[in-house]
């Protein structure tokens, strides 16, 4: 009995959030960050009921019994998301044990390494992110799990396989990374349409939620440069034709101007990293309307892997390559008014450092509130969710974060959250004392 009752204070204490969600809740703190407007409201109040907002603003009717969050000297902003993420990988200390462990791992074992990966994303105040290749649905059974309460996680729209040509930067048989050496080639690899045609079909089928095409060479793989295209127009337009017949987005991950350019003509929704576009590149998106999700923390992360010795010289040579324009290329965009979402590549560097990206789009010209609607309202938008997440409004989903000041003033602030609600659930709160239950 009393065995019984420690196990059951055991698995709450692993499991169970910090507050029940039915119960309803009202946030309190100096400001909050509307982002539908890009305008601080003072002060920020936010009323929560059955996982949902159900009130914004001091006037906002409050339910009977509510518990207050008193949060203080902070800024309540809707739950961030990144539309890049790899929450299946992350590099380990020395890239030459990632290739002996890619030998020998199963994928079990590869799937419970993701847990701590998604805990920490999320208590970055992640809570929403796009995972853009995971081989073997790792992806879509971690969305799944967190979804059913099983793990603590941010909400996952998972892309499943990459799409590649054969050899190209996504068939992760010229990687040192995924496990996959021992392959011919990765499952979401094919050439011609029809083929292509087929690799959407069968992610769909198994549980993804849109689909990554890697239309040019890149940073960390082993094959031909970065800005190489390597999928012809015929194959893109297939691609993006198929996923976009069963409603799903499509995310091309492209350096070069050249295979920018076929997935923009094609109609991708987003183009990724983006590095080396052209004019001619950023004016047909901004003509399209296509979202540029830059990455530019990912371009740092890899830079610190180098600086540490911890990247193989192929890979070292290439980053330098894709590294000289880069920055030029985001401002560009940003002053031609590109449509710019927040993305971060994370699991190329350790999880849980997303926020980063914020103040590195500040730094080439993007104004803060514009910074934070990328990670929100923007993001929602790309991933096809504003009607339940992106701003803090009646009838959205809780998810709220808060920082601590005011992040207009310093965008910094946004690597300080020390509150994270993810559907009316409290996973995190650094600003209330522990309680003997509380999940860290
Ligand atoms: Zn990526």
């Not at 974060?401 to 946004?414: E, F, K, Y």
Request: proline share 6%; charged share 25%.
């Amino acid at each position: 009995m009393r065995r019984a009752l420690l196990l059951g204070t055991l698995l709450l204490s692993l499991s169970a959030p910090a507050a029940e969600p039915s119960r309803a809740q009202v946030l309190k703190a100096a400001r909050l960050f509307d982002a539908k407007t890009g305008k601080l409201v003072t002060p920020g109040v936010v009323v929560v009921s059955e996982g949902k907002v159900v009130g914004v603003g001091p006037k906002a009717p409050v339910p009977e019994g509510a518990r207050v969050v008193e949060l203080g000297d902070a800024t309540l902003l809707p739950g961030f998301m990144d539309a890049h993420t790899h929450l299946t990988v992350e590099p380990g200390p020395d890239w030459r044990k990632d290739v002996i462990d890619s030998f020998q791992r199963t994928i079990p074992e590869l799937t419970l390494d993701t847990l701590p990966w998604a805990r920490t994303t999320l208590m970055a105040g992640f809570t929403t992110v796009r995972n853009l290749g995971a081989e073997d649905f790792i992806d879509v059974g971690l969305r799944n799990a967190i979804a059913r309460g099983n793990v603590v996680g941010p909400r996952i729209l998972a892309a499943a396989s990459s799409l590649s040509s054969t050899g190209g930067h996504c068939d992760y048989g010229n990687s040192w990374r995924k496990g996959l050496l021992a392959r011919d080639a990765s499952p979401g690899v094919a050439d011609g349409p029809d083929a292509l045609r087929a690799r959407v079909r069968e992610n769909l089928k198994y549980g993804a939620d849109l689909i990554k095409v890697c239309a040019t060479g890149g940073v960390m793989s082993f094959n031909a440069e970065a800005d190489a295209p390597q999928l012809t127009q015929a194959e893109l337009d297939a691609v993006v034709d198929e996923a976009h017949a069963h409603r799903r987005k499509v995310a091309a991950h492209a350096h070069g101007a050249e295979g920018a350019k076929r997935a923009i003509r094609a109609g991708v929704d987003s183009l990724e990293h983006g590095t080396l576009l052209d004019d001619e590149a950023l004016e047909l998106m901004k003509r399209k309307g296509t979202w540029y999700v830059p990455t530019a923390f990912a371009f740092h992360g890899v830079k610190e892997l180098a600086d540490k010795g911890n990247l193989p010289p192929d890979n070292v040579l290439k980053l330098r390559a894709v590294d000289q324009r880069r920055e030029q290329v985001l401002r560009k965009a940003i002053a031609l008014g590109v449509r710019i979402a927040f993305g971060t590549d994370a699991g190329v560097f350790v999880h849980g450092r997303n926020a980063e990206e914020f103040a590195l789009l500040v730094e080439a010209g993007l104004p803060p509130a514009e910074a934070l609607r990328a990670a929100t309202v923007n993001a929602a938008e790309l991933l096809g969710v504003s009607d339940r997440l992106g701003t803090l409004e009646p009838g959205k989903l809780a998810d709220v974060v808060a920082v601590p000041g005011n992040p207009l003033q310093d965008i910094r602030a946004t690597r300080k959250v020390f509150f994270v609600m993810k559907e009316g659930v409290i996973h995190r709160n650094d600003a209330a004392p522990p309680s003997p239950t509380a999940t860290r």
